[in-house]
């Protein structure tokens, strides 16, 4: 699979990128992340890619020319591939990115990310270019870029061979079953009073089973009502 990142600020990408999960993945070749840089793209003389917004108001917007050229340069990046692209771009506006979105977004081989700065885009670029637009919750972040590094996280966890056990995702919050995870404990048996579930210390594997199905449960039903509404809706059909 690959991605590429369109953005103002690609060193942003540097750290996340060279470490653990993601930075295993891109070495054995199961993704890429390639960033593009709308500065790069400008044909302003000074550089710049941003402007006032007509009509007045606070802020700058990011202009048509960059954004449109930077994606047509990735465009015309083919990478032996013959499906169409899923353009996103990260946007408060967006359809609201959950496990079902993420697991969506994993089966395609290309998805482009455009990252959004200051006020936002000029309003043609959702227009010319038609984006997906997908925000990661209720809240403004400053720009794009940790939104979609967040996109990114989400999908390359799920895609086969990037996680050590094949098995870990599935097991994840949200996932198979809709609820969140069972709590889980590593040695040592007691740490300052607080001792391991007698149930799980035992060996027997059906009682573990049934003991974590409960808990699960019994936390999403404190924690997460909402989910187990989702949950009876998506299982009627
Ligand atoms: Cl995708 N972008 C920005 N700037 N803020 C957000 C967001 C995205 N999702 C939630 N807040």
């Excluded at 993601?22 to 593009?36: F, G, T």
């Excluded at 990310?113 to 637009?133: H, T």
Aim: charged fraction near 30%.
């Amino acid at each position: 699979m690959r991605f590429d990142v369109c953005t103002l600020f690609p060193e942003m990408f540097e750290s996340y990128l060279g470490q653990s999960i993601l930075k295993r993945a891109i070495d054995r070749e199961l993704v890429s992340v390639h960033r593009w840089d709308f500065r790069d793209y400008t044909d302003d003389k000074h550089n710049k890619v941003d402007d006032r917004p007509f009509g007045g108001g606070p802020g700058m917007l990011i202009r048509c020319q960059p954004v449109f050229d930077c994606v047509e340069a990735v465009r015309q990046v083919d990478d032996e591939n013959d499906e169409p692209d899923e353009l996103i771009s990260l946007t408060p506006q967006g359809e609201r990115l959950d496990q079902q979105l993420a697991a969506e977004l994993a089966t395609r081989k290309r998805v482009i990310l455009l990252c959004g700065r200051y006020e936002g885009f000029d309003e043609r670029i959702r227009l010319g270019l038609k984006p997906r637009e997908v925000s990661i919750g209720d809240f403004v972040l400053n720009g794009g870029e940790v939104a979609a590094m967040v996109v990114i996280d989400s999908v390359v966890r799920l895609l086969p061979g990037v996680l050590g056990d094949e098995t870990s995702s599935k097991y994840d919050s949200f996932s198979e079953s809709g609820l969140l995870e069972y709590p889980q404990y590593t040695r040592p048996r007691e740490y300052r009073g607080m001792t391991v579930p007698e149930v799980l210390i035992g060996g027997n594997h059906e009682e573990v089973a049934r003991w974590r199905a409960e808990q699960s449960l019994q936390r999403t039903k404190e924690r997460r009502a909402d989910l187990i509404q989702q949950q009876s809706q998506d299982d009627a059909g």
